[in-house]
């Protein structure tokens, strides 16, 4: 296993490919382990994806050794994922953006608001309906 980094950096993906399509052609290629995939979408003349690809971890391989180092050496290179269709793949300049602790606890405090106040709102939309009893019965004998 090798270190995190690089990220890398594909301008032109098919809008047809996903994350998981992504990061799973790296896993079968043993090149690396993905953390995530960002993919930004481009209009223009012909609609596409710039794919950016963060990775937990680098496997430890000839192959993979070899594409992280031309990648190290601001080298491109070509990945082919599906014969004969390829990607040309660069060195990310964008540096990873980590969420950190104290964001994720900010969204997840935002999003428990945003719940608490739809389930009063619901509960004030429905006070005129009258709420069924639950009986139960027990037959003991």
Known sequence: MSSVGPSLYIPFVNLS????YISNIFR???????????????????PHYMAF?????????IASNNLR??????????????????????????????????EKLDCAML????LQQRVLLLERNTSHIQQPTLVRSYNLL
């Open 28 to 46: 079968t290629l043993l090149i690396g382990e993905v953390s995530r995939v960002d993919l930004i979408k481009k209009t223009g003349v012909k």
């Open 17 to 20: 490919c996903t994350e998981e």
């Open 111 to 114: 999003l428990v608001e945003n």
């Open 53 to 61: 690809i963060h990775f937990n971890y680098w496997y430890d391989n």
């Open 69 to 102: 180092g031309k990648i190290l050496n601001d080298e491109s290179i070509k990945i082919v994922y599906n014969d004969p269709h390829y990607w040309t793949v660069y060195k990310s300049r964008k540096p990873v953006t980590s969420i950190t602790l104290e």
